[in-house]
């Protein structure tokens, strides 16, 4: 399972938290577009539309659910993703999501080579995700063969970018460092960048932003919970029927479970790990 109940205070909170970070970015366009022009070292970055916990579904009906959603004004696409724990930073997602991506274009098909706009997967990590140190890695698609073998692999630029953000740089001096500094601070005076400081100032300092923290938490456990209760229901029926070699139907019947409650946790629980990948 890839939701975890957040046990932390609102206090406690970062946007290093995924419930935080979606709340704190949830139609703030100051806040992801200053985070957006640090990642890609581009001030001219201009976001027109963010939302967090945007779903996104491709033509099999197969969905992801993004931290933080954005576009641009150039109708670049930006899904932001707070990944604890190496496992669902892996680069298969990021392939995975940046499909989804492109698959929710709005393309016509005869035009789809001038119309599909670049889309950037932004992982932020909580480690050093390939261990070179570095605070950002770009990935990109490349032509491995070249004619000329002392010169660099080539970007084809087709026009999808992945990148890892590095949340163990800790060199202050560079403004990644400071964002990455920011993304870990609990306590909004101790912040650097203005955008940051005033979003967490208002989520932890004022009565209804708290409030709007707790609802976002409150949902969150809740959903987390209701995740939990299908995965067990579900595991159950199916133990059964492997053991008994029955029917999920008869496995329902003997642990008086409704057939239908059986497909509503089943299609719950299906939905979750899609989402997670």
Known sequence: MGYN??????DELTYM???????????NIPVVQRMVRIILDDESIVVTKETSQKE????????????????????RKYDIE???????????????NSAMLDTNNELSSDLVSKQLTDSFVIFITD??????GWSVYH?????LQNHDKNQAVKNIKDGSHIIYVNGLYNDISTPIGRLIADMKCKNPED?????????????????????????????????????????????????????????IEDACKILKISVNDYY???????EAAEMTV
Do not use: W
């Open 264 to 270: 509503s946790a089943k299609k719950l629980a299906k």
């Open 127 to 132: 480690h050093d995700h390939f261990e070179l």
């Open 191 to 247: 912040m650097y960048y203005d955008e940051l400081r005033e979003r967490t100032y208002y989520l932890k300092r004022t009565e209804e932003g708290r409030k709007q923290m707790s609802t976002a938490m409150t949902t969150y456990v809740e959903y987390s919970n209701s995740v939990a209760r299908a995965e067990v229901l579900v595991k159950a029926v199916e133990n059964a029927a492997d053991g008994l070699n029955a029917s």
């Open 5 to 10: 109940i957040p046990s932390k205070t609102i």
């Open 56 to 75: 996104l579904k491709n033509l099999f009906g197969r969905s992801i659910r993004c931290d933080a959603y954005s576009e641009d004004d150039k109708s």
């Open 82 to 96: 707070i990944q604890n724990g190496s496992e669902g930073a892996s680069v298969i997602r990021a392939r995975y």
């Open 139 to 143: 990935v990109e698609r490349c032509l």
């Open 17 to 27: 938290d995924d419930v935080f970070l979606s709340t704190a970015l949830e139609d």
